[in-house]
């Protein structure tokens, strides 16, 4: 069983950054793929980025070149760098992280509002 913690979330003014994170318990599970979800309200969740165990990275065209995905294998852990954030960036984020099945993080939101 693999549990997924969130921090980082909050609310940010346009153009603004924050930095999301997701730690893995326990540590000595290996994980294969990590990534980022989000869900605006009213609409479905949509995929954001996602990091190999190879550390291969892949966005979506809404945040590419705006948001960078890293891992630190050694923690378990994966973040989300979000910078030039967007009104549209608001929702909830959720981290995954997959081994033989998807495991969720509970979600941590991010506004994005003047």
């Known amino acids: 069983q693999v549990q997924l913690v969130e921090s980082g979330g909050g609310l940010v003014q346009p153009g603004g950054s924050l930095r999301l994170s997701c730690a893995a318990s326990?540590?000595?599970?290996?994980?294969?793929?990590m990534g980022w979800y989000r869900q605006a309200p009213g609409k479905q969740r949509d995929w954001v980025a996602t990091?190999?165990?190879?550390?291969?990275?892949n966005y979506a065209d809404s945040v590419k070149g705006r948001f960078t995905i890293s891992r630190d294998n050694a923690k378990n852990t994966v973040y989300l760098q979000m910078n030039s954030l967007k009104p549209d960036d608001t929702a909830v984020y959720y981290c995954?992280?997959?081994?033989?099945?998807?495991?969720w993080g509970q979600g941590t939101q991010v506004t994005v509002s003047s």
């Open positions: 995954i992280a997959t081994t033989w099945r998807d495991y």
């Open positions: 326990p540590r000595f599970i290996k994980i294969n793929d």
């Open positions: 990091i190999t165990g190879d550390s291969i990275t």
